[in-house]
């Protein structure tokens, strides 16, 4: 599993990008946040910072 982004949601805010702690999370060139699943340790910080509810654990 990993954290996915809702890309119509996404206002590229950043919020997500600073409060993962293992840098799992950018803003790709369309300045949309873009997870390397990876990385992602299912943490679920970005779920809840997401001011948008774009970001789901699934
Ligand atoms: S769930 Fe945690 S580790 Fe995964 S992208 Fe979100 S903040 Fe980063
Ligand atoms: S916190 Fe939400 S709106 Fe902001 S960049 Fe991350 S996914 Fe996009």
Redesign the pocket.
């Known amino acids: 599993m990993?954290?996915r982004i809702n890309r119509d949601l996404c206002t590229g805010c950043g919020q997500?990008v600073d409060?993962?702690?293992?840098e799992?999370?950018s803003l790709d060139d369309e300045g949309v946040a873009v997870?390397d699943a990876e990385?992602?340790?299912?943490?679920?910080?970005?779920?809840d910072v997401c001011p948008v509810e774009a970001?789901s654990?699934d």
């Open positions: 990993a954290a997500c409060t993962c702690p293992v799992a999370i997870v990385l992602c340790v299912d943490c679920d910080k970005c779920v970001i654990l």
